[in-house]
């Protein structure tokens, strides 16, 4: 059986939000993650492209199989603790 999701109308007369307020906003979400933490993000998704395009799979989307490949197979590049890194 299919269910059908009903979407409302857009609500008039809403009051608009502050400029200062949408900034802010935008700032904190910029903000959420350290950059420390961005870095290393970037370097694991940079290990996990070259994994992949040594393998010819796409990296994105990811599957669960080439997920399970990577951590456990021959050539993984995390530990299991996942903090030691070293490329393949």
């Not at 007369?13 to 933490?37: F, M, S």
């Not at 393998?55 to 994105?60: D, E, I, M, N, T």
């Amino acid at each position: 059986m299919n269910a059908l999701t009903i979407i409302a109308p857009p609500v008039a007369n809403l009051p608009a939000i502050p400029t200062v307020e949408i900034e802010t906003a935008y700032q904190y979400a910029l903000n959420e993650k350290a950059p420390g933490t961005r870095a290393g993000y970037a370097n694991d998704f940079r290990l996990f492209e070259g994994w992949c395009r040594a393998r010819g799979v796409p990296s994105l989307p990811a599957s669960p199989e080439n997920g399970r490949r990577l951590s456990r197979g021959p050539g993984r590049i995390w530990s299991h603790a996942g903090d030691d890194r070293a490329e393949v």
